[in-house]
T-cell receptor
């Protein structure tokens, strides 16, 4: 989607290695989110950020950490990748957390842990 | 957040209107109804949202019943490119994040 990019688009990594996924936005939106999507589970929220250096956990945060040092970048780190973290990861942005603010999603990062 | 119920799948004919139902019988007064869709392997795409009134944009129309317990997303002239999983979500702001269920796999048939 215009205004939000994820990198890399695809990555294969080995079990036990650290991995960082990047989400970059040009919309100056305050809120950013990381979701993962797996067959049978749909999209599940990992972490989100409501401002620079302000982050909180989602429903499946174990094994993941995030950082947001600039408005435009939200990084998701797998400290020691495991096969259960093989998934498609989506970043999303939102102007705010009011109910009438929708989310815009990136194109996703397909991560395979072997 | 209130839960939603959608059929797991449905087919519709190309060129015809596609009517996608959603039940949200426990919706509260400050919860919005959102529709997203996800075309294979892509990120979810926002379609439309509403609170009480019917809404229309360039992609679709959203019809919400007067008691707000159900809604219908209408794609006026379905095309093959509308084949996707459609998610109906109800959401209140604040600490409630957008939560996706299993959605409705819609297949547009030529």
């Amino acid at each position: 989607d215009a205004g939000i990019t994820q990198s890399p688009r695809h990555k294969v990594t080995e079990t036990g290695t650290p991995v960082t996924l990047r989400c970059h936005q040009t919309e100056n939106h305050r809120y950013m989110y990381w979701y993962r999507q797996d067959p049978g589970h749909g999209l599940r929220l990992i972490h989100y950020s409501y401002g620079v250096k302000d982050t909180d956990k989602g429903e499946v945060s174990d094994g993941y950490s995030v950082s947001r040092s600039k408005t435009e970048d939200f990084l998701l780190t797998l400290e020691s990748a495991t096969s259960s973290q093989t998934s498609v990861y989506f970043c999303a942005i939102s102007e705010g957390d009011r109910a009438n603010y929708g989310y815009t999603f990136g194109s996703g990062t397909r991560l395979t842990v072997v | 957040d209130a839960k939603t119920t959608q059929p797991p799948s449905m087919d519709c004919a190309e060129g015809r209107a596609a009517n996608l139902p959603c039940n949200h019988s426990t919706i509260s007064g400050n919860e919005y109804v959102y529709w997203y869709r996800q075309i294979h392997s892509q990120g979810p795409q926002y379609i439309i949202h509403g609170l009480k009134n019917n809404e229309t944009n360039e992609m679709a129309s959203l019809i919400i019943t007067e008691d707000r317990k159900s809604s219908t997303l209408i794609l006026p002239h379905a095309t093959l490119r509308d084949t996707a999983v459609y998610y109906c979500i109800v959401r209140v702001g604040g600490n409630n994040r957008l939560a996706f269920g299993k959605g409705n796999q819609v297949v547009v048939i030529p």
